[in-house]
């Protein structure tokens, strides 16, 4: 792309700096101008239609251009825009809100505490379970277990939790309190001559074993999300989390669940810990909650969690935490509609229904030439392509990405895997349609190097 002198696309890379790009390439290339939504599209300053295959970041689960929410936001900011949480205030749409949640979770869960992004909350939640072990005189039990290839976001709590190196390098992280198990992708990490099920029980193996290796009395906490989404929707083996939990029960560490994706409907159950059959101690939610309309995220946590730090705050005389924003009145009001709508149109309902559709259309797509595998649950799903001879990881699948963009369909790719998310709302001839334009873009991929392969040879 060549950035026209004064076009949106050279004063935005004049401008900033943004997540998640090499920002030397940036400076040359700019980024893809999104100008406005509609259901499960979105169009850029082109006029170019896409459909929105990730939902954004995983996220917008009514669609792009949901009345309802933005009737609330005004309705909440004509009211009140703004008051906090903090010194015994509260107002009452995170009082609705926080009762809302306590309704839905799939296990008895006690309070609810509101932060504005995935990874403040699972970095507080960190913090909650270090007030909680010293409030029960256990000074030592300090450790996390994350997994490699797991994402609960990149602050420094929570990119240290955070499995992925690229959150790590340079970064000096991950702290020292932060250790990581083994990732239970069987694809990716199975042994040749391994079964699945052998598989499993090496993954369970090897987090006991950690437990033992670091004293069972210094860890206090595991984290995972049901199914790993930015890692590249990685699903466990059956067993997988029965033992996870059978191993967290016998040494007394705490499970918290990052729902971010999973959460509202994602993979066909209100929660991924009902589709994998997970018990946790805490539940922490953002994305689909307000369909990311406005930045919101909650921390669910059960009677366990939350009494010992009820003590201590008690002790201390205050729990000296907070976030300007926690709650906002705006930002709840929105999730509030959102879960309505999520609920009255049957959203879960729709991505269960689907789901058979969405894995058919991958697995379809894993016979091309350029591919290798295909998995999914629910409205989740990933295609694993085939890495090319000589390119880096990541290559093939990130150019297949590109030639689909190119065909009006936005993915993500992670590693080899084009990893798809769409919206909620989505119907089966969209998925027809999301499907078919990856299709033509594997074509396009695999004519381009059929041509690069035959000039080689000339
Ligand atoms: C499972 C999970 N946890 C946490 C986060 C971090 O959320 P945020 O980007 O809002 O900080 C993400 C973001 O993708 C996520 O997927």
Redesign the pocket.
């Known amino acids: 792309m060549s950035l026209g002198p004064n076009s949106p696309e050279a004063r935005d890379a004049a401008s900033q700096m943004h997540p998640m790009v090499n920002f030397r390439a940036y400076e040359k290339t700019g980024g893809l101008v999104i100008d406005s939504g509609e259901g499960i599209y979105v169009t850029d300053n082109t006029g170019k239609r896409y459909i929105e295959a990730m939902a954004g ?2 996220s917008v689960a009514v669609g792009f251009s949901e009345p309802r929410l933005r009737d609330a936001a005004a309705a909440q900011m004509d009211k009140l825009p703004y008051y906090h949480t903090f010194s015994y205030k509260t107002h009452g749409p995170s009082i609705d809100l926080a009762e809302k949640l306590l309704s839905m979770t799939p296990v008895p869960m006690s309070k609810v505490h509101f932060t504005s ?6 970095d507080l939640t960190c913090k909650m379970v270090w007030y909680r072990s010293n409030a029960l005189g256990l000074k030592d039990k300090k450790k996390i277990i994350g997994r490699e290839k797991g ?5 420094i709590a ?1 990119g240290s939790i955070t499995g992925l190196s690229r959150n790590h390098e340079s970064f000096d992280l991950p702290l020292d309190r932060m250790r990581h198990t083994s990732c239970p992708s069987f694809v990716h990490f199975g042994l040749p001559d391994e079964s699945e099920a052998d598989f499993t029980q090496r993954m369970l193996r090897e987090l006991e074993a950690l437990i033992l290796r670091e004293g069972p009395e210094t860890v206090a906490a595991f984290w995972g ?1 049901p199914v790993m ?2 890692g590249g929707v990685l699903i466990p083996p059956p067993g997988y989390w029965e033992g996870v939990q059978a191993i967290l029960r016998k040494y007394d560490i705490l499970l918290v669940a ?4 999973t959460g509202f409907g994602r993979t066909g159950k209100m929660f991924g810990c009902e589709t994998m059959g997970i018990e946790p101690d805490v539940i ?1 939610v ?2 689909q909650i307000s369909s990311s309309y406005m ?1 919101i ?1 909650a921390i669910i946590v059960n009677d366990r969690f939350y009494q010992p730090i009820a003590d201590e705050s008690a002790r201390l005389g205050v729990f000296g935490h907070g976030f300007t924003a926690s709650g906002h009145p705006v930002a709840a009001a929105v999730a509030l509609e959102n879960l309505a709508i999520i609920e009255e149109r049957g959203l879960v309902q729709n991505a269960a229904d689907l789901s058979e559709r969405f894995a058919a259309g991958l697995a379809a797509l894993a016979q091309h030439e350029l591919c290798a595998s295909s998995r999914s649950v629910g409205l989740l799903g990933a295609l694993e392509v085939k890495s090319w001879a000589g390119a880096a990881t990541g290559t093939a699948a990130m150019t297949i990405s590109a030639a689909a963009q190119e065909e009006g369909v936005i993915t993500r790719s992670v590693g080899e895997a084009l990893c798809f998310c769409p919206p909620m709302i989505i119907t089966a001839q969209q998925i027809d349609d999301m499907f078919a334009g990856v299709s033509r873009a594997l074509d396009t991929v695999a004519a381009q190097r059929a041509a690069e392969a035959s000039v080689a040879a000339e």
């Open positions: 970041l995983w992004s995935g990874s403040e909350a699972n994402y609960h976001g990149v602050t929570s999300e989404g930015a990052d729902e971010v994706i922490v953002s994305k930045p995220s």
